[in-house]
């Protein structure tokens, strides 16, 4: 099997609620990456209702769960007729994160991967992170290895940077080993949430909410006094570790500048991790869209700092399109994760195959 491209669609359903991310891709799990169509279909009201509900791993999670797995195999069905897909090999199917405790060796994301086998005809790979977490590792960010298979042909050291509901950033060096990747803070979560409770809209579009605004300077330094700035990587998130630093008394204009200043701010403090500066970073993730926290991001760091379509690829395809990837890597037994990605003890394959009826 080793080296021919398999056909491979992804799903990602993120931690900003935002809705489903599908990608199909050819790849051999390894340097090789055809990129093919993809598309989003946002969450409906009353299952964005319902994964808000279990976020933490409470209440009528089984029904939740159900409902989410049957919206997957209807968006895959739906991707596959529209875009005239055809063969696909596997399915790598991340499910939606209510929980992330890799302290307590526990990450929790929901979908069931044998009812989408069933709902589909097609194989399914899913439950990506709970191996490297049982093995002490942190189970994210887990697409750093598509980072560095796509970015074989740029310029380095480079930094690939997701903001979805937590940031996270992959640094990559020019040797084949130079990778370097953890959670950098909040990202799109707390902005969203605000711009929900104060506005009714499930986002800043625009950063037109935050551009109206002043930054808190003093909720913004205190934010920063955070360890988790200062600890060494590997590290992750759960999407509302962060939750306590909500700046509440503050205007609704004033609370999103600050928690986009909050976002920036972060992810600038992990550059003192980094082996060598990052000539360029490449932003994937809704926060690209945030025309108030790119600039931000420019300014603190120094260097470009671009979306990732600059590079040719498509930053609303690029996490479901790496969980396409993984499914194939999966399936070859190849690591998921490494010391450097997650801080698990050796490199470590994992997934689950569910085989089609």
């Not at 991707?79 to 005239?84: E, G, L, N, S």
């Not at 194989?123 to 796509?150: E, K, M, N, T, W």
């Not at 200043?261 to 932003?283: D, Q």
């Amino acid at each position: 099997m080793s080296g021919r491209l398999l056909r491979a669609i992804g799903l990602m359903s993120g931690t900003s609620l935002d809705g489903i991310d599908v990608a199909f891709i050819e790849t051999d799990g390894e340097q090789r990456v055809v990129a093919g169509p993809a598309f989003t279909r946002p969450y409906d009201a009353a299952l964005r209702q319902g994964l808000r509900a279990v976020l933490g791993g409470k209440g009528a999670v089984a029904e939740v769960e159900r409902a989410l797995t049957l919206a997957h195999a209807e968006a895959v069905r739906a991707f596959i007729a529209d875009q005239a897909v055809a063969g696909v090999d596997v399915i790598g199917f991340h499910g939606h994160t209510i929980l992330h405790r890799p302290d307590r060796r526990r990450t929790w994301q929901i979908g069931d991967g044998a009812l989408l086998a069933a709902g589909t005809g097609i194989d399914v790979v899913s439950d990506f992170r709970s191996a490297d977490v049982a093995a002490g590792g942190q189970g994210a960010p887990f697409a750093p290895l598509y980072h560095q298979a796509l970015a074989q042909a740029l310029e380095k050291p480079l930094c690939v940077l997701n903001l979805g509901g937590v940031g996270n950033v992959t640094w990559i060096g020019a040797g084949a080993g130079d990778l370097l990747a953890f959670d950098t803070g909040p990202a799109n979560a707390l902005i969203d949430d605000w711009a929900l409770a104060h506005t009714g809209e499930p986002l800043d579009r625009d950063g037109a909410l935050a551009a109206a605004g002043r930054v808190d300077a003093a909720h913004l330094q205190r934010f920063l006094a955070h360890p988790f700035f200062r600890r060494p990587p590997p590290k992750s998130l759960d999407r509302d570790d962060f939750a306590a630093f909500v700046p509440g008394a503050l205007s609704a204009a004033d609370g999103a500048a600050t928690l986009t200043a909050m976002t920036a701010a972060a992810v600038a403090a992990a550059i003192v991790h980094f082996p060598a500066p990052a000539r360029r970073w490449l932003v994937t993730g809704g926060g690209r869209h945030n025309p108030v926290l790119m600039a931000e991001l420019a300014r603190r760091l120094g260097v470009p700092v671009e979306p990732v379509e600059r590079a040719g690829w498509n930053g609303d395809a690029l996490e479901a399109q790496a969980f396409a990837y993984l499914a194939v890597r999966s399936l070859r037994g190849l690591p998921l994760s490494l010391p450097a990605t997650t801080g698990v003890p050796a490199p470590m394959p994992g997934g689950v195959l569910y085989r089609a009826p």
